[in-house]
Antibody, heavy 122, light 109 residues
Framework: QLQLQESGPGLVKPSETLSLTCTVS??????????WGWIRQPPGKGLEWIGS???????YYNPSLKSRVTISVDTSKNQFSLKLSSVTAADTAVYYC??????????????WGQGTMVTVSS | SSELTQDPAVSVALGQTVRITCQGD??????ASWYQQKPGQAPVLVIY???NRPSGIPDRFSGSSSGNTASLTITGAQAEDEADYYC????????????FGTGTKVTVL
């Protein structure tokens, strides 16, 4: 069965770039039926969609983060990645990767990674 | 961009029925999906589309929609249903952007 696993540093300094990778196992990231997304959750707060990518490389970003976010895909490694630049303490959160199923009027993040905590601190 | 608003908290007696609502303009065009999140765990999809449950989700979970409001109903709530619940839909712009609701804490008494 398909599984997603986030990886990357758990501590990032202010003003630096947060980099995370999501490895997809048990299935292909190149499936035409799905997009792949990043979602974050600050401690004690709700979920925030960061952005999504299609295997072809098409990207879609949350307008509030767009100037700082880059999502990329490496189909040869079955991975997709997140880069968030100029981080501050407000970017401290659990970061999740997830598979996104999008149809005509119907979207769902149907499979999630376990999440990885990233703290922004000097 | 769109916003999805949920009541912060609701409570339900064991075995009774609770409805969680999600309001937003995007719901006039797109279905909501619903996620259950327990402390320290990743969210789990419980309802998507018109009223579809992924494999393994109990049939006490159901979804509905009317106008700008989507609802998740738990019929016969169990102790294990105590969790945070989030709705999600495509942004009203339709440009493959996504939005999550503010979340509802469900307490089973």
């Amino acid at each position: 069965q398909l599984q997603l696993q986030e990886s990357g540093p758990g501590l990032v300094k202010p003003s630096e770039t947060l980099s995370l990778t999501c490895t997809v196992s048990g299935g292909s990231i190149s499936s035409s039926s799905y997009y792949w997304g990043w979602i974050r959750q600050p401690p004690g707060k709700g979920l925030e969609w960061i952005g999504s990518i299609y295997y072809s490389g098409s990207t879609y970003y949350n307008p509030s983060l767009k100037s700082r976010v880059t999502i990329s895909v490496d189909t040869s490694k079955n991975q997709f990645s997140l880069k968030l630049s100029s981080v501050t303490a407000a970017d401290t959160a659990v970061y999740y990767c997830a598979r996104l199923w999008q149809q005509l009027a119907d979207d769902a993040f149907d499979i999630w990674g376990q999440g990885t905590m990233v703290t922004v601190s000097s | 961009s769109s916003e999805l608003t949920q009541d912060p908290a609701v409570s339900v007696a064991l075995g009774q029925t609770v409805r969680i609502t999600c309001q937003g303009d995007s719901l006039r065009s797109y279905y909501a999906s619903w996620y259950q999140q327990k402390p320290g765990q990743a969210p789990v999809l419980v309802i998507y589309g018109k009223n579809n449950r992924p494999s393994g989700i109990p049939d006490r979970f159901s979804g509905s929609s009317s106008g700008n409001t989507a609802s998740l109903t738990i019929t016969g709530a169990q102790a294990e249903d105590e969790a945070d619940y989030y709705c999600n839909s495509r942004d009203s712009s339709g440009n493959h952007l996504e939005v999550f609701g503010t979340g509802t804490k469900v307490t089973v008494l």
